[in-house]
């Protein structure tokens, strides 16, 4: 069966630098009478606590004026709203009202570039415009925005609101919210308003900073304007070597290359380095390199179930082996593609490839295209049986990088097959990220790990080494303070998080302001936000899918063997540990009285 997956996923790579057709993703809000009665969900089908989201309706502006109407007349009715994108990426619930009446706002119309200033070097666009649609417009006037992150799909408004970024030290950071120079965001208004008030804000406003990174909770951004650069080459190598100095190569290797990034494969003992830099226009006069990335391309549908078969069977046999058998083959399939890099927009024929850097920024060609009946998809649509995953993604301090990785790679000399897993999901991306002035943007200059693994499709079951991926999850939140990414992430690593932004007093300052009522804000954002209770959830199994910390063994899985335990290394984890005997490790004779706090909670 490895085999088989390793020579299907193989030979698909390669079929696929030649696919143009695909199923693209279907809207993500469905409602049962035209615009009324509706759900929403996100691009993978599922939030974190599994739970459905319903609206009364759903609104489609196509200007700002009709937008301006939308919220006004939400607004004088006292009406509950949320802020929908066109591909709906962000996996926690912020896109969710509350209850059943509210009203969803989606920007898929509001998607027009409306200005680009060659001379200022800015452009503007509306805040339903994607990423790839505004490196497009960028590329016509022979600018570029300097620094972005690799999927394209994320529209204007979702990235800026879930401080969505790329990977730099230089300049200002890889950001996106960090390049802006104005925006304008409608929010709910007073009688004198016309119960709708549009705020214009330009960088060094009293409220800019706020409203950089809002989580959606300050109203709809209507436009925003962005600075831009001329447009210039890169060049990029991709080396991959041992491990074992990582700690102590992963501040000095993001110092030393533009747009670094490291994948990380720990329990291969191996780390690819992308060497990434700005060149010369005129360098390799003929170099037109594009990177067209293998995992964001059409992939066919047969594979996909296959893949996840495959992977389903590996869990129930918690065969491991299988699993880091497999990895060689993903790996190998990768390089062989050069991660979806070519030279000449077609073929891959050495490093280092030179191009262009609007056609390096972002891919996901798996959302453009026609569709095809779902022969294709992308890799994560929940219409065929393919990916389905939880992600981890934190920004650990540069200070302490490398204590964390020393710590999991201590984790993986203990397990060696524990990452394989992860593995699979094509390793562990390690972007940097530079300290922002907004509120609720990053605090320090740091590196951002994403980690992607496998999720039961039943919320009881647990997962293969469901305990090292725990405890890497809160060495990170809790050892080294590590900020999560907005967008991504399970409930617990939401928990207490506020407490981390020594600013968050003002932002929760200008959101009174902004939306005094709280009618763009929720249950869910309350809770981020330390405006209501935890956002932990109590109950059998709730430790499994992230949305708690165990502190009892029902917490985990005791009748599959799986019981709430001390981390191996760091000692005041708990974890959902499999065992070979019933132990209650969770009574005070066996931890003494001692009390641990992890993000709030009281354990």
Not at 449 to 464: A, G
Request: charged letters at 25%; hydrophobic letters at 35%; aromatic letters at 10%.
């Amino acid at each position: 069966m490895v085999l088989l997956r390793g020579v299907f996923r193989f030979s698909c790579f390669f079929l696929l630098i030649f696919v143009v057709c695909c199923s693209p993703p279907e809207d993500h809000i469905k409602c049962s009478s035209k615009n009324t009665d509706c759900t929403i969900t996100n691009s993978y089908g599922i939030f974190p606590d599994r739970s459905t989201c319903r609206a009364a309706e759903v609104a489609y502006p196509s200007t700002e004026e009709e937008l301006i109407s939308i919220v006004a007349k939400a607004t004088e009715n006292k009406r509950k709203m949320k802020v929908a994108t066109r591909y709906s990426h962000s996996i926690p619930k912020l896109v969710c009202p509350d209850g059943e009446d509210g009203l969803l706002i989606s920007t898929k119309y509001l998607n027009h570039a409306l200005k680009i200033d060659v001379e200022a070097m800015t452009i503007t666009v509306e805040s339903g415009v994607t990423l790839r649609q505004l490196i497009n417009e960028a590329a016509k006037a022979e600018l570029v925005l300097p620094y972005a992150p690799y999927w394209w799909g994320l529209t204007i408004g979702g990235l800026l609101s879930t401080g969505a970024h790329g990977s730099t030290l230089r300049d200002k950071g890889s950001a996106v919210h960090d390049y802006l120079t104005e925006l304008r965001i409608v929010s709910p208004g007073g009688a004198e308003d016309g119960y709708a008030k549009v705020w214009e804000l330009k960088d060094g406003d009293q409220d800019f900073n706020a409203a950089k990174v809002s989580l959606g909770v300050l109203g709809v951004i209507s436009q925003v304007t962005l600075k831009l650069q001329p447009m210039f080459k890169r060049s990029i190598t991709y080396l991959k070597k041992n491990d074992s100095d990582l700690g102590d190569m992963v501040t000095s290797f993001g110092n030393e290359h533009e747009f670094a990034d490291i994948t990380w494969y720990p329990s291969q003992r191996k780390a690819v380095y992308r060497i990434d830099d700005r060149v010369y226009t005129n360098t390799d006069g003929h170099g037109n390199g594009l990177y067209d990335f293998t995992p964001f391309r059409a992939t066919a549908s047969v594979e996909l179930g296959i893949v996840r078969t495959t992977e389903e069977v590996q869990e129930s046999l918690s065969d491991a082996t299988g699993k880091c058998l497999g990895v060689e083959t993903v790996i190998l399939a990768l390089e062989t593609t050069a991660y979806g890099l070519s030279n000449n927009g077609i073929l891959f024929t050495g490093y280092p490839v030179i191009g262009y850097h609007n056609r390096f920024q972002a891919s996901g060609t798996c959302l453009d295209s026609l569709d095809d009946a779902l022969i294709t998809a992308c890799a994560w649509d929940p219409r065929v049986k393919g990916e389905f995953f939880h992600q981890t993604t934190f920004s650990v301090g540069l200070s302490v990088a490398k204590s964390f990785i020393q710590d999991v790679q201590k984790l993986i000399e203990l397990e060696p097959k524990a990452m394989c897993g992860v593995e699979l999901y094509n390793g562990i991306l390690m972007r940097y990220v530079k300290a922002s002035s907004a509120y609720l943007g990053k605090q320090e200059d740091a590196i951002d790990f994403d980690i992607t693994y496998y999720r039961s499709k039943d919320p009881l079951t647990p997962r293969l080494f469901e305990d090292i991926l725990e405890e890497v999850e809160q060495l990170a939140l809790f050892k080294y303070g590590a900020l999560p990414h907005w967008g991504k992430n399970r409930n617990v690593a939401f928990d207490g998080v506020i407490n981390k932004y020594k600013n968050a007093k003002e932002f929760l300052k200008v959101k009174k302001v902004y939306d005094p009522l709280g009618l763009f804000s929720s249950e869910w954002t309350d809770q981020v936000l330390g405006l209501k209770n935890s956002v932990i959830i109590d109950k059998e199994g709730c430790a499994l899918e992230g949305l708690c910390i165990c502190s009892q063994d029902i917490h985990c899985a005791p009748k599959k063997g799986y019981y709430c335990s001390p981390g191996k290394v760091y000692k005041d984890a708990r974890v959902c540990a499999r065992v070979t005997s019933k132990m209650n490790i969770c009574e005070e004779e066996q931890w003494g009285s001692q009390d641990f706090t992890f993000g709030g909670i009281k354990i």
